[in-house]
């Protein structure tokens, strides 16, 4: 899995964004997904490698203190199964398949 709590050298610049503007930009971003509720986290994950749920394990990982239930719902905008109950769909074998192929560009 890619360690995206690192940074290389071409990176540098990112660390140099001022948090007040990396946290506008990631909040629009979270409440986009909240909009978004079409796009399944199954195609995220097939598509860029990440998802809703990496997200939350991400602000975990970042310090969050409410736990990994607490923080998919603040991610989701809701509790998680209230979320999956009223918006998820069954993957089919592609989208799995998309998924698995996806995270092996994870890793490095």
Same mark, same amino acid.
């Given at each position: 899995?890619?360690?995206? %709590?690192?940074?290389? =050298?071409?990176?540098?610049?990112?660390?140099?964004?001022?948090?007040?503007? #990396? +946290?506008? /930009?990631?909040?629009?971003?979270?409440?986009?997904?909240?909009?978004?509720?079409?796009?399944?986290?199954?195609?995220?994950?097939?598509?860029?490698?990440?998802?809703? %749920?990496?997200?939350? =394990?991400?602000?975990?990982?970042?310090?969050?203190?409410?736990?990994?239930? #607490? +923080?998919? /719902?603040?991610?989701?905008?809701?509790?998680?199964?209230?979320?999956?109950?009223?918006?998820?769909?069954?993957?089919?074998?592609?989208?799995?398949?998309?998924?698995?192929?996806?995270?092996?560009?994870?890793?490095?």
């Amino acid at each position: 899995m890619m360690d995206t %709590n690192s940074s290389v =050298d071409s990176d540098k610049a990112l660390d140099t964004l001022p948090d007040a503007v #990396a +946290a506008a /930009a990631f909040r629009r971003l979270v409440r986009h997904l909240q909009h978004r509720h079409d796009a399944q986290n199954i195609d995220l994950m097939g598509l860029s490698g990440f998802c809703r %749920n990496c997200l939350a =394990d991400w602000i975990s990982d970042a310090g969050f203190a409410g736990g990994k239930a #607490a +923080a998919r /719902a603040l991610i989701h905008g809701m509790p998680m199964d209230e979320w999956k109950a009223k918006f998820q769909t069954e993957a089919t074998p592609e989208q799995l398949a998309r998924m698995e192929q996806s995270l092996t560009k994870n890793a490095g």
